[in-house]
Structures are given as C-alpha cells and as structure tokens.
C-alpha cells in the first residue's frame, strides 16, 4: 500500500522559514513526477512546485509557480524514498495546508495524495 506521510509544518513568523518533507512508503518514485500543493480555507488547491525525471540517475527537473519562486525549492533524496520542500521569508499568505504528491505531473495529474502538514505564519 503506498503512503505519502507530510512532516515539518507548523507556526513561524514572517520572514521565517521551514523545511516539509514528504515521507513515501510501498514503492519508489525514483523515476516518478512527484510534487506539493497546498490549499487555505476558503481556497482551490493551488500548485507550488514538481520535479519531474530527467531520464538519468537522480537527474530532475523543478518547476515552480510564479508565487513562490525564488523563496521555495524542492528536492528529494531518493536513498531515504522523501521529497522536500524548503521554504524561506514565509509570508501570511502562505498559510494553508501543505500536501505532497506522487506517480503524474501538474498536466495529468497525480496517483498518490499525502494527508497534509498546517503551515501557518504570523504577522
């Protein structure tokens, strides 16, 4: 059974920064589009970030929406099966439940939906 498992959310302040990691168990997605979300009340999911295979050995490419570029990076370590995504100079608006996907990129989706980490940031 394949399980995505978020961890590292929480309150920071404005201008902090946080480290999410997405823990993968039941299979591997070395070769596999995996990406985060995130959604506030009221809110539509909205894309942050993906990696997707280049064709080599721990080869990928990131793609970023325009909101967060520059201030996130995602990247994985395929020797502990996890995607992470670093945050820096959070901002209010960031707040919203984070989630992690796998197996698809941002076109057709995802297979696989972690439950989600809060991340909230003060003013």
């Known amino acids: 059974q394949v399980q995505l498992v978020e961890s590292g959310g929480g309150l920071v302040q404005a201008g902090g920064s946080l480290r999410l990691s997405c823990a993968a168990s039941g299979r591997t997605f070395t070769s596999s589009g995996m990406g985060w979300f995130r959604q506030a009340p009221g809110k539509e999911r909205e894309f942050l970030a993906a990696t997707t295979w280049a064709g080599s050995s721990n080869s990928y490419y990131a793609h970023y929406a325009d909101s967060v570029k520059g201030r996130f990076t995602i990247f994985r370590d395929n020797a502990k099966n996890r995607l992470y995504l670093q945050m820096n100079r959070l901002e209010p608006e960031d707040t919203a439940v984070y989630s992690c996907?796998?197996?698809?990129?941002?076109?057709?989706?995802?297979?696989?939906w972690g439950q989600g980490t809060q991340v909230t940031v003060s003013s």
């Open positions: 996907a796998a197996e698809g990129d941002v076109v057709r989706g995802y297979a696989y």
